[in-house]
């Protein structure tokens, strides 16, 4: 049942209940209730910004007959409150009278800040508790629930709607906006309890917050349903954070384009996350969640052109990903030349635009650049959910451990630190050869080491590249030397892996064997 097919008459707003923490925007929302002619009752702090506004209100206290107590934690909690927000047009109005109890038609109420107030290293373990609303989240139910009768605003975004409606329809609100009023304010309920419950459950017996919770709970947005999943007999959907991280791809306005897939979105993910971490113009084109080719140049183009020339046979159809504005140069040749998927830039020059809106199938997704990285990442198994921390690791040049005799010269150290970045996205067992900030040949998703390193081969003949003088990276270890001899016949100069094999020895010994520079990082980057 949607919402615009409630049953239901407007209801003209008479007694409105207000009671925020957030003050923003109340002032001028009081007003326009004021000159509706609608009687204002309010809390404390709220009553006192609308007494100093110069509006008539009616403190809550005076309504209930009790005064305010226990430093707050009980203002509102009154069936003389709760009567005026449940009882029900037409049902409870003989109930409501003989008690003497008031309808309240709007509630407008925001929560105590207990997700900013927990997520202050600085408050006390009392100013957090102190923060958990009682009488807020009770109200906001009671208001809910009654949306046959009652309108109920949680948020200083809504108050604008609120004003036009009223202003619009004499005073009143549809049956359509208290409906979506109510889930707004369930979800907000929701949400507030999640926070709660996830911060006390990851207490430990002193107080002190770990990393994973007893209990998870977690909110979603849905941003748009999907023509289907992973495959046209599944469903899907695309669900956003809360709160979504700047700089990822939840952050995406699709400029242009046909409707997003399941796929489109899952490819754009790994193509933007291995973009945005190079400085230099950079071009990342995926496939299947792997990329088949990474360059950075000059500018977009040349790093297009690299990037490109890794396994155009595997681009076609792919997503790209740029780091840099994309001009229409670029735009032009990408077109031109290869079906493409997706396209995404944190910024389009107008003429690429221009050029993209003659292909109205290709999607054009604007990221913006900006700091953040999802701190958790999750897999549902089963009935179950593997949680961890984000692959977000980054290894600098004093970091790594040259292992071998021969130390990496310092245009290959920058191969070595190119190649790298690339494999943290690659399935694995991931093997990237790479030489001048260019991809050479891509190894993805093997079930053994030295395959994945055969296939980087194949892949570079393939694409007529020349593999001797490029750089190796593996995204674990090597097990036996095998791998480093096939590279090593395959003409690669210099390796980079994170070592810990028990048979390190024979790995760095077949090394020295060919003449290879190898370094180890210390850090492993599998990536199922
Ligand atoms: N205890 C109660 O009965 C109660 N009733 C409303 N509140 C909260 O008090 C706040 C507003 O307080 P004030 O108007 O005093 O600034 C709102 O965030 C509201 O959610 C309450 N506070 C906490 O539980």
Redesign the pocket.
């Known amino acids: 049942m949607t919402s615009d097919r409630l049953p239901g008459p407007n209801v003209a707003i008479r007694r409105a209940l207000l009671?925020?923490?957030d003050?923003t925007g109340l002032v001028e929302l009081a007003h326009a209730l004021d000159k509706h002619g609608v009687e204002l009752l309010?809390?404390?702090?709220?009553?006192?910004?609308l007494r100093d506004a110069g509006l008539p209100v009616r403190d809550v206290a005076e309504v209930t007959g009790f005064p305010?107590m226990m430093d707050?934690?009980?203002?509102?909690?009154h069936p003389l409150v709760h009567g005026g927000l449940l009882g029900r047009a037409g049902i409870d109005d003989a109930v409501m009278a003989q008690h003497g109890i008031g309808a309240i038609d709007l509630l407008v109420?925001?929560?105590?800040p207990f997700e900013q107030v927990s997520a202050n290293p600085a408050s006390s373990f009392e100013d957090i508790i102190e923060n958990?609303?009682?009488?807020?989240?009770?109200?906001l139910r009671s208001a809910a629930k009654n949306f046959a009768r009652v309108a109920v605003a949680t948020d200083p975004a809504q108050y604008a709607g609120l004003v036009d409606e009223l202003a619009a329809n004499d005073g009143a609100l549809s049956a359509k906006t208290r409906f979506s009023l109510s889930v707004a304010a369930f979800n907000r309920v929701a949400q507030y309890d999640a926070a709660i419950s996830n911060h006390l459950s990851a207490l430990d017996d002193a107080h002190a917050q770990q990393l994973f919770p007893a209990q998870s709970n977690s909110n979603f947005v849905k941003v748009m349903d999907l023509r289907y999943g992973e495959n046209p007999h599944q469903h899907g959907a695309f669900y956003r954070d809360l709160w979504p991280v700047p700089g990822t791809l939840a952050t995406f306005t699709q400029l242009q384009g046909k409707e997003l897939s399941f796929n489109n979105l899952a490819d754009a993910d790994a193509a933007w996350e291995c973009v945005r971490q190079f400085e230099q113009p950079a071009c990342v084109i995926v496939k299947h969640a792997n990329p088949c080719g990474v360059a950075q140049g000059a500018a977009c183009g040349d790093a297009y052109e690299l990037a490109y020339a890794t396994d155009p046979t595997s681009a076609f159809g792919g997503i790209i990903a740029f780091n840099t504005t994309l001009d229409a140069a670029t735009a032009k040749v990408i077109l031109d030349r290869q079906f493409v998927e997706v396209l995404i830039a944190p910024d389009f020059d107008d003429a690429a635009l221009a050029y993209c809106a003659k292909k109205t199938n290709v999607r054009v997704l604007k990221i913006p650049h900006g700091e953040g990285k999802n701190n958790f990442d999750v897999k549902r198994v089963g009935s179950g959910l593997l949680m961890q921390t984000s692959d977000i690791r980054e290894v600098s040049r004093d970091e790594l451990k040259v292992v071998t005799k021969r130390a990496p010269t310092p245009a290959e150290l920058d191969d070595l630190l190119f190649a790298w970045r690339i494999a943290k996205y690659v399935k694995s067992n991931a093997i990237v050869y790479a030489r001048d900030q260019r991809s050479i040949g891509i190894g993805a998703g093997q079930m053994s080491r030295v395959v994945s390193a055969k296939i980087a081969a194949l892949k570079a003949e393939e694409a007529g590249l020349t593999v001797p003088g490029s750089v190796m990276a593996s995204d674990a270890f090597f097990p036996f030397r095998d791998g480093i001899d096939a590279a090593a016949a395959a003409g690669i100069k210099a390796v980079i892996q994170p070592g810990g094999s028990m048979r390190d020895a024979e790995v760095i010994a077949a090394a020295d064997e060919h003449g290879l520079a190898m370094v180890f990082t210390g850090i492993r980057h599998f990536r199922h």
């Not at 707050?72 to 909690?77: A, D, E």
């Open positions: 009671s925020v923490s003050k309010s809390t404390g702090g709220t009553a006192q910004a305010e707050g934690r009980v203002k509102t909690l109420l925001n929560l105590y958990i609303d009682i009488g807020g989240p009770a109200m």
